[in-house]
Nanobody
Framework: QVQLVESGGGLVQAGGSLRLSCSAS????????MGWYRQAPGKQRELVAV???????NYADSVKGRFTISRDNVKNMVYLQMNRLKLEDTAVYYC?????????????????WGQGTQVTVSS
């Protein structure tokens, strides 16, 4: 069974930095796109950043220039470096990945989500 587990969330002051990590495990054949989403209270979940297997990236306008997404294809991990954090960045951050997994019956291409990690930015 495939699982995604996030870590690195916490409380940080505005202007500070935080690095989130997400580890994928299980019967993984390969991982296509990986990304980070976030959801603040009363708001819809939104895309923060996405990275392809080859390293191409896209960011939400609100985080461009401040956040950097990266991945390690050997370790099956994706990271989100968050700098110059703002109060508006406060949210639960979720790891997301398009994973091809192997089973006795064949291979499957599915989207997986992590459990989420809380990021709170204080003034």
């Amino acid at each position: 069974q495939v699982q995604l587990v996030e870590s690195g969330g916490g409380l940080v002051q505005a202007g500070g930095s935080l690095r989130l990590s997400c580890s994928a495990s299980g019967n993984i054949v390969s991982i296509n796109d990986m990304g980070w989403y976030r959801q603040a209270p009363g708001k819809q979940r939104e895309l923060v950043a996405v990275i392809t297997f080859g390293g191409s990236t896209n960011y939400a306008d609100s985080v461009k220039g401040r956040f950097t997404i990266s991945r390690d294809n050997v370790k099956n991990m994706v990271y989100l470096q968050m700098n110059r954090l703002k109060l508006e960045d406060t949210a639960v951050y979720y790891c997301n990945a398009d994973i091809i997994s192997a089973a006795v019956t064949g291979t499957f291409d599915l989207i997986y989500w992590g459990q989420g990690t809380q990021v709170t930015v204080s003034s």
